[in-house]
């Protein structure tokens, strides 16, 4: 069964704490992505990438950045945490041209920031 | 900037109900729309429309898009307690596989 595992389900952090969330898919897949989703506004994308070492900003890259050293693994990096990245974080992932159906998520990381 | 609106934003519905959820959408560049059902974990693909007028189905559930007026539909029919979920809109705009989601419609279905 395929997957995409993001490493933590809950995790609660100090404001300024410098936060990982990880996460590994074992579909072989090019493309790999992170959304957070809050309540009213939806999943918003704040960071993808196509390839080893490559990433793009998505829609919301402010106050984060990525790692991606090998093709399964993507990492979210919050610098320097604050209260309002208090939210649900989905990582995706999907292979490359047509594969939208195989756009697969993640369990979610439920990040509180106190 | 692109933009996918879906309404309800929530809504209540007793088992049996049929039940149709809207998104519309203003985009530069539209390749696909896509359907996904969230319940408490990862959201799970529905269906994937990219040509007016054919609906797609699937048990209970069938979705059609209209590429003229800008909006697609998801029909949920006999609803059960477990279509209970959040049913999330998305379009895919061309860049990779890169998707913009709508905030999402609530469907609680009661007993």
């Known amino acids: 069964d395929v997957k995409v595992t993001q490493s933590s389900r809950y995790l609660v952090k100090r404001t300024g704490e410098k936060v990982f969330l990880e996460c590994v898919q074992d579909m072989d897949h090019e493309n790999m992505f992170w959304y957070r989703q809050d309540p009213g506004l939806g999943l918003r994308l704040i960071y993808f990438s196509y390839d080893v070492k490559m990433k793009e900003k998505g829609d919301i890259p402010e106050g984060y950045s990525v790692s991606r050293e090998k093709k399964e693994r993507f990492s979210l990096i919050l610098e320097s945490a604050s209260t309002n990245q208090t939210s649900m974080y989905l990582c995706?992932?999907?292979?490359?041209?047509?594969?939208?159906?195989?756009?697969?998520f993640g369990s979610g990381t439920r990040l509180t920031v106190v | 900037e692109d933009k996918v609106v879906q309404s309800p934003l929530s809504l209540v519905v007793h088992e049996g109900d049929t039940v149709t959820l809207n998104c519309s959408y203003e985009?530069?560049?539209?390749?696909?729309l896509l359907w996904y059902k969230q319940e408490k974990k990862a959201p799970t693909f529905l269906f994937m429309l990219?040509?007016?007028?054919i609906e797609k189905k699937s048990g209970r559930l069938s979705s059609i898009l209209d590429k003229k007026e800008l909006f697609s539909i998801l029909n949920i029919t006999a609803t059960q307690t477990g279509d209970s979920a959040v049913y999330l809109c998305?379009?895919?705009?061309?860049?990779?596989?890169?998707?913009?989601f709508g905030t999402g419609t609530r469907l609680q279905v009661t007993l």
């Open positions: 990219t040509s007016s007028g």
């Open positions: 995706a992932s999907s292979p490359p041209g047509q594969g939208l159906w195989g756009y697969t």
């Open positions: 998305a379009l895919n705009t061309g860049t990779a596989s890169k998707l913009t």
């Open positions: 985009v530069t560049n539209f390749r696909s």
